[in-house]
């Protein structure tokens, strides 16, 4: 099993940026897919952004243009840049890491856009 351990979280006043880091205990060459994920209070967990293997990246319509994912292989980790924050982007935000055969999940990491 591996584990991710997330940070880079905090309270940021709207339009500020933060970047947020996931380091995995193992390597993360072999997942098929690593993303990010948020849950607001009172709200599901939603899916924000995506990175293939093949470096494919997808976006939830709410994050285009503003938020970029991206890995280092060397370093197992995978970041989630996230700029021009919005008070809805308020939510805890989870790295996942999945293949066909494991799927591992963070602790999560607070982040908090005041208006």
């Known amino acids: 099993q591996v584990q991710l351990v997330e940070s880079g979280g905090g309270l940021v006043q709207a339009g500020g940026p933060l970047r947020l880091s996931c380091v995995a205990s193992?390597?993360?060459?072999?997942?098929?897919?690593m993303g990010w994920y948020r849950q607001a209070p009172g709200k599901q967990r939603e899916s924000v952004a995506s990175?293939?293997?093949?470096?494919?990246?997808d976006y939830a319509n709410a994050v285009k243009g503003r938020f970029t994912i991206s890995r280092d292989n060397a370093k197992n980790t995978v970041y989630l840049q996230m700029n021009n924050l919005k008070p809805e982007d308020t939510a805890v935000y989870y790295c996942?890491?999945?293949?066909?055969?494991?799927?591992?999940w963070g602790q999560g990491t607070q982040v908090t856009v005041s208006s």
């Open positions: 990175i293939s293997r093949d470096g494919r990246t």
């Open positions: 996942n890491l999945w293949s066909p055969t494991l799927e591992s």
């Open positions: 193992g390597s993360i060459i072999s997942f098929t897919l």
